[in-house]
C-alpha cells in the first residue's frame, strides 16, 4: 500500500505532468496559428507579386505605345529636362537637319536660335524664362524661332 507521502508526490506528478500537456497544447495551438497567418501573408504576398508583375508588363506595354507615338509624331517635340533638350523625335532631327538625335542631347534650346528673337530678347534668357514658367505651370505654350543647322530659321 502507499503512503500519503507517496500519494502525494504521485498527485503532484500528475499535476505536473498534465501542466505540462496543457502547456504543450497551448504551444501547439500559438504555432499552428501563427503558421496560419504565415500561410496566409504568403498567399497575400504571392498576390501582391502577381499583381505587380502584370502591373510592370502594362506599364512597359503603355511605355511601348507612348515612345512610338512620340517617334512617329510628324510634329517635331522635343523633352526639355535640366534646361536642355534630353530627347526629340526623328521629326525634330529632321526640321533641324541634324545627322542625330544624339547631335541634340544636351543642347541648351538657345544653341539652335538665333542670338536674339523677334520681339529683341537674347535667345538664351527668353528660353530660360520660358523653361522656368513651363516648370512652374506645367506646361507653357510661346512662340520661338530655331535655327537649322544649315543656319536658316523657321518659326515654332
Known sequence: MLNLLQIDALLVSHAVLLLLIIALAIIIFIVRRRLTASQAINRDLLIILHNKEELEKKLAAEEARFQSMFEDSPDPTWIIDGHQFTLC????????????????????????????????????????????????????????????????HFPA
Do not use: C
Request: glycine content about 6%; proline content about 5%.
Open 89 to 152: 523625335n526623328h521629326a525634330a532631327v529632321e526640321i533641324l537637319g541634324y545627322a542625330s538625335k544624339e547631335a541634340l542631347n544636351n543642347t541648351h534650346p538657345s544653341k539652335l536660335s538665333p542670338e536674339f528673337q523677334p520681339d529683341g530678347e537674347a535667345s538664351f534668357s527668353k528660353a530660360e524664362r520660358m523653361m522656368q514658367l513651363a516648370d512652374e505651370r506645367g506646361l507653357h505654350r510661346f512662340e520661338w524661332i530655331h535655327t537649322r543647322l544649315d543656319g536658316s
